[in-house]
């Protein structure tokens, strides 16, 4: 897809923007252009309220224990704005001796400073690279007052990108699933899986750039989800005062007004007569559809008016259970009729007058019809506005909705934007960090994510019984771990290749996850499902992804073979897979492992040293035989010319 938006405002790139350290003032804005601020000039500090964490996640925690680093960030949208602005820092620091012009703020040994850029477009990787170049040449003039190479920077990225296309080999540029394997191994499942159950993934490491590149990399398995389902990944309001905050938590919606519901619900569903099923089904899209109208009334300070509309209820799980049902109230029900019974029958009316394919170009919640995605030609991919989710989808109805509602991704997050963590309007994040306060508060996330160490820290422990892989799961994560490992050594060849290469990993996890999509919408499926996990089914399907996505009919999903990539009967060699697994992943399995290495680390070291004291005891036996026989060979050496001269 090109990117034609909004190319009246200049282009992809919003801003060029240098963020240094001052000594007094901390971390600060010292250049952008085109100035962020336009009615106080190129040099100003001042900044959005929307964007007054710029600074510290541009030049970020821990800087100075390195020479350079990247960092990943997404920044909320500013008014009039409707998507993820993204986010790319290079930082560097130099010497304060080495700089041709030193300026009087100059007063600590080192000069740290970040050139970032603002852009439309995750193209992460894309930038990376070209930043990466200007930066370099930026502190080789040390002179920081010459911006006329950051100027040409923003001119060269906005003609180079005005029709840049968002497909795999610029979105994905330097995110290597490849490495990702090699690290997690079996547990990039689990993680992906996390994701999907919208729960509170904290990653933690540091530099920067290994965490980001991490979390990167784990949501580029996820088909069109960085290319298209980022858009509202971002969308919180910054902190003002304690004031504003309570202010605020007055006015907000409260977490049941998201797409959540609990297990007593279904349960309690389930018991009901079939009578009730279409009451059932027009009380869900009225709630999805008052969802989405809540926030975009949210950022118009008009969510008081919505509060007292029905919101308090929770939502009724989907029936629908196969594609080739028969005709169902969410192909004819525009939310229009919501507010009105006695309009239904003019809507069904309309249903035969308007076309399928028309889309309001304005917010998803404004009136749109809820119908059958339009299907593509032949060759041909076609996104369309998701009635629900508001993100540009294929016929799958992918990416699935997961960033939004209120659902966070930050691959980095300052120690500013702490509170987000405990935020009553957030329901969930993915997030890096590379402060330790972060991952000490563990009551603020689900699940901890230590890079450096693969490590995956889940406080629950009925999540984590959710998260056990089934043997068909190990078999799909073995798959993967198999044929990338076997494809490692050859250095030629390594990465390029097809099986083991990093767009062959993105496929199985499309895969895999069309193969889950298809097998929950077949009837009787609850042996299919099994494959996956009935606990981690039941918590899927009362997730907002699920429910949006299965709000909508996507009739392509039907040509997806139903059933797990790699469902089949228990054997022997599941039984190594799951004592690997556990050995690895459980706190009992890695006691054991521990000791097993201990006791053959002490058992090789009690050998060698029983191998060098009796080696050294027959070295020393063969020495004193030596010795022995040279001295009975040079006496009787001696004592021969005596005999001969006495006859």
Not at 95 to 123: F, H, W
Not at 246 to 273: F, G, H, K, P, R
Not at 379 to 386: A, D, E, K, N
Not at 589 to 601: L, P, W
Request: charged share 20%.
């Amino acid at each position: 897809m090109e990117y034609h938006e909004e190319e009246e405002n200049g282009g992809p790139v919003l801003h060029i923007v240098v963020v240094g350290f001052h000594h007094k003032k901390g971390c600060q804005v010292e250049y952008s252009y085109p100035p962020l601020m336009p009615e106080e000039g190129h040099d100003s500090h001042s900044l959005p309220e929307e964007w007054k964490y710029l600074p510290f996640l541009a030049l970020p925690d821990g800087a100075h224990n390195y020479q350079e680093d990247t960092v990943f960030f997404h920044l909320p949208p500013r008014t009039g704005e409707q998507k993820t602005v993204y986010g790319v820092s290079c930082y560097r620091q130099i010497e304060a001796k080495a700089l041709k012009v030193r300026q009087a703020d100059v007063t600590r040994e080192t000069v740290q400073k970040s050139v970032c850029v603002l852009c439309r477009l995750p193209l992460y990787g894309l930038l990376q690279a070209k930043l990466q170049l200007i930066t370099h040449a930026y502190f080789e003039e040390k002179d920081f007052s010459q911006i006329s190479i950051l100027k040409e920077l923003y001119e060269h990225m906005n003609s180079s990108l005005r029709n840049a296309a968002l497909d795999g080999s610029q979105v994905y540029l330097g995110l290597s699933p490849r490495d990702l394997i090699l690290h997690f191994r079996h547990k990039v499942l689990i993680l992906f899986k996390l994701i999907l159950l919208e729960k509170k993934v904290l990653f933690y490491t540091s530099p920067v750039y290994k965490l980001v590149g991490t979390l990167m990399t784990v949501l580029s398995l996820f088909p069109g989800m960085i290319e298209h389902g980022l858009a509202d990944a971002s969308r919180y309001r910054p902190r003002k005062s304690t004031s504003e905050d309570v202010s605020l938590q007055e006015v907000t919606a409260s977490a049941d007004d998201y797409v959540t519901i609990s297990v007593s619900d279904i349960s309690n569903q389930s018991s009901q007569s079939s009578e009730e099923g279409k009451d059932v089904q027009l009380e869900q899209s009225l709630e999805i559809l008052e969802t989405d109208t809540a926030l975009s009334h949210h950022d118009r300070g008009d969510i008081g008016t919505h509060t007292s509309s029905g919101f308090g209820q929770h939502l009724k799980p989907p029936l629908r259970s196969s594609p080739e049902s028969s005709e169902s109230d969410w192909e004819t029900l525009d939310p229009s009729i919501l507010d009105n019974n006695h309009q239904k029958e003019e809507a069904e009316q309309k249903k035969d007058t308007e076309p399928t394919e028309t889309f309001s170009k304005g917010s998803p919640s404004e009136s749109l019809p809820i119908t059958v995605q339009p299907q593509p030609k032949a060759g041909q991919t076609v996104l369309v506005p998701g009635l629900v989710s508001g993100l540009k989808e294929d016929q799958l109805g992918l990416p699935l909705a997961v960033f939004t509602k209120g659902y966070l991704c930050l691959p980095y997050m300052a120690l500013q934007q702490h509170h987000l963590l405990s935020e009553v309007s957030i329901r969930g994040f993915v997030a890096g960090a590379t402060n330790i306060l972060f991952r000490q508060q563990k009551h603020l996330s689900d699940s901890i994510v230590e890079v450096e160490e693969a490590r995956i820290q889940v406080h629950d422990s009925e999540l984590r019984k959710v998260l056990n892989p089934t043997t068909a799961d190990l078999r799909f994560a073995d798959h993967l771990v198999k044929h990338v490992t076997d494809n490692r050594d050859d250095v030629f060849l390594d990465g390029t290749g097809w099986e083991g290469g990093d767009e062959w990993i993105r496929a199985q996890f499309a895969h895999y996850l069309h193969s889950l999509l298809a097998t929950s919408l077949q009837p009787d499926n609850e042996k299919l499902l099994a494959d996956y996990g009935t606990a981690f089914i039941n918590a899927w399907k009362n997730t907002h992804n699920y429910r949006v996505w299965h709000s909508n009919k996507h009739p392509a999903i039907a040509e997806i073979t139903h059933g797990h990539p790699f469902m089949g009967q228990y054997s022997v060699a599941d039984v190594k897979i799951r004592f690997t697994h556990s050995v690895q992943n459980s706190e009992r399995g890695k006691k054991f492992g521990s000791a097993v290495m201990t006791t053959s680390r002490n058992m090789v070291q009690t050998g060698k040293a029983v191998g060098q004291s009796f080696g050294g005891a027959l070295t020393s036996a063969k020495s004193a035989v030596s010795s022995w026989f040279s001295t009975l060979s040079q006496g009787a050496m001696q004592n021969s010319p005596a005999q001969e001269g006495k006859q």
